[in-house]
């Protein structure tokens, strides 16, 4: 159970008045522009029915009240269909969530997957059914939902989503043992696919990253208003576990889509830090996201 809901004694008495909710409030937009069809109405019938699978679904057991849904977007792109019934797409995945005494929404996962492809037939229903394999379009839905379940659960407690985060990677064997894998589903020479994302996030030597997604966000951008000090030292901190983890495995994709969702937030986090905090910043975020460096040399100059 989330630890923001409170502990079980307290939650007894007030059930009745409660109504739970599925995990995921997720928006999802299907553009279709590049793919040449007559009768364009599937694509909105894809549309809802992904929405109605990502929303409708129970996906833990764990109990959510509505306002504590994980807010998510999943945007698809299909590129084009090569035969009837069988879809090629780019989609970006992303989640976020609140901080602690502000409406400030953070980022918590921006993924983008190259190699989302798919059978979909009209009218009918996508249902996740646990330890089946039923499509390649449900599996790539569900696997989703627990990856942004298990990084969301991380952010709240140390370690939290290890649960989710294993019902991601036991599809992603449920795909391979159905002998059904396509491209992303496999370690081939994509390491920025969704193998690698999930490999990455449950491999030991990526236990200080997840372990900073928490210090990050729980006792970081959660502590902004009531300490901003301590924040942002307790920020520092989680990019000093990220550094390590870079130094270990250099170009990974769980790094590379943590700053991904994250760069413009740490340049404004840092923007009002103190001179030493400032430095260290730029030190560390040059050196483990230099792709961003741009973003972070006015940490410098203010």
């Known amino acids: 159970m989330r630890a923001k809901i409170g502990i079980i004694a307290v939650l007894s008495l007030w059930l009745p008045l409660l109504t739970w909710a599925q995990e995921l409030r997720c928006e999802v937009v299907v553009n279709s522009e590049q793919v040449q069809v007559t009768d364009r109405q599937i ?8 929405s109605e699978i990502m ?24 590129k084009g269909m090569p035969r009837i019934g069988f879809f090629e797409a780019n989609t970006q995945i992303v989640s976020s969530r609140p901080t602690y005494g502000t409406g400030y929404e953070t980022t918590v996962l921006s993924f983008v997957d190259t190699r989302f492809t798919f059978d979909y037939t009209q009218a ?9 394999y039923t499509s390649n379009l449900t599996a790539l839905l569900s696997f989703y939902a627990y990856t942004i379940i298990g990084m969301d659960n991380d952010s709240f407690s140390r370690m939290g989503g ?5 019902e991601a990677n036991n599809i992603l064997n449920l795909v391979n043992s159905a002998g059904a894998a396509s491209e992303g589903w496999t370690s081939n020479t994509d390491t920025r696919n969704r193998y690698w994302l999930v490999n990455n996030l449950l491999d030991p030597q990526f ?10 966000h729980r006792q970081g951008l959660d502590l902004m208003i009531q300490d901003p000090e301590k924040a942002r030292q307790n920020m520092l901190e989680a990019l000093r576990n990220i550094q390590q983890v870079a130094q270990r495995r250099p170009g990974t994709v769980a790094v590379r889509s943590f700053f991904e969702a994250k760069s413009t ?12 905090q400032k430095q260290q910043a730029y030190e560390l975020l040059t050196q483990v996201d230099p792709t961003n460096r741009a973003k972070y040399e006015p940490l410098l100059k203010r």
């Open 43 to 50: 694509f909105q019938d894809m549309q809802n029915a992904i």
């Open 55 to 78: 929303n409708n679904t129970r996906w833990t057991n764990d109990l959510y009240q509505n306002e504590e849904r994980i807010r998510c977007k999943l945007f698809i792109t299909v």
């Open 124 to 132: 009918q229903p996508l249902q996740y059914a646990p330890n089946t």
């Open 162 to 166: 290890a649960a989710a985060l294993s």
């Open 207 to 216: 236990e200080q990253l997840r372990a900073a997604n928490y210090l990050y």
């Open 265 to 276: 937030e740490l340049a404004n986090a840092f923007a009002t830090a103190t001179p030493a």
